[in-house]
T-cell receptor
Framework: QKEVEQNSGPLSVPEGAIASLNCTYS??????FFWYRQYSGKSPELIMF????GDKEDGRFTAQLNKASQYVSLLIRDSQPSDSATYLC???????????FGRGTSLIVHP | SAVISQKPSRDICQRGTSLTIQCQVD?????MFWYRQQPGQSLTLIAT?????????ESGFVIDKFPISRPNLTFSTLTVSNMSPEDSSIYLC???????????????FGAGSRLTVL
């Protein structure tokens, strides 16, 4: 089992809809969880991080963490075509300060 | 967050040659990392570049193939040695910043170096 798993997609949503991106992880001792966005041909950039169970909101983005079920998700409300990118989930394994990345989910927001 | 300059941005190399990638940061950073991103794949950590000591390599990566230098807290190089087509990839320099508590590490990435080996 891979340490961090994501559906590679593509996930296609219409403009204005909610995009839901999911990620599962294998190490139950993981402490920190991150979402990075990577536009085609560009390097990843941090969107959000979350440490505690529950929801964390930042503008149109909401990260959700459920440690018991070992999944973390990212919701993007009012999706825009400019949100079209690959979204990488990253998880700090317990005892490590270096994140392990999932393969990423490609999101396409069509007008 | 730190600003990272990475070069070259891209290169086409011949099999058997070596190429050195440079990473310059605009501020002193403790944690500096080198990642590889192969087409359609996620980011794979090659090594942690340690200032003043040998780099710490991840499983599957060795110093002879990927020698790393870290002469100070703002600069590092990664060399891809004796290249083969399988080394065609994007190589990314990144630096870490502590998050809200110990154990968290938010990464900032350079623009990447896209290598094509013929």
């Amino acid at each position: 089992q891979k340490e961090v798993e994501q559906n590679s997609g593509p996930l296609s949503v219409p403009e204005g809809a909610i995009a839901s991106l999911n990620c599962t992880y294998s190490d139950r001792g993981s402490q920190s969880f991150f979402w990075y966005r990577q536009y085609s041909g560009k390097s990843p950039e941090l969107i959000m991080f979350i440490y505690s169970n529950g929801d964390k909101e930042d503008g149109r983005f909401t990260a959700q963490l459920n440690k018991a079920s070992q999944y973390v998700s990212l919701l993007i409300r009012d999706s825009q075509p400019s949100d079209s990118a690959t979204y990488l989930c990253a998880v700090n394994r317990g005892g490590s300060y270096i994140p392990t990345f999932g393969r990423g989910t490609s999101l396409i927001v069509h007008p | 967050s730190a600003v990272i300059s990475q070069k070259p941005s891209r290169d086409i190399c011949q099999r058997g040659t070596s190429l050195t990638i440079q990473c310059q940061v605009d501020s002193q950073v403790t944690m500096m990392f080198w990642y590889r991103q192969q087409p359609g794949q996620s980011l794979t950590l090659i090594a942690t570049a340690n200032q003043g000591s040998e780099a710490t390599y991840e499983s599957g990566f060795v110093i002879d193939k990927f020698p790393i230098s870290r002469p100070n807290l703002t600069f590092s190089t990664l060399t891809v040695s004796n290249m083969s087509p399988e080394d065609s990839s994007i190589y990314l320099c990144s630096v870490g910043a502590a998050g809200a508590f110990a154990g968290a590490n938010v990464l900032t990435f350079g623009a990447g170096s896209r290598l094509t080996v013929l």
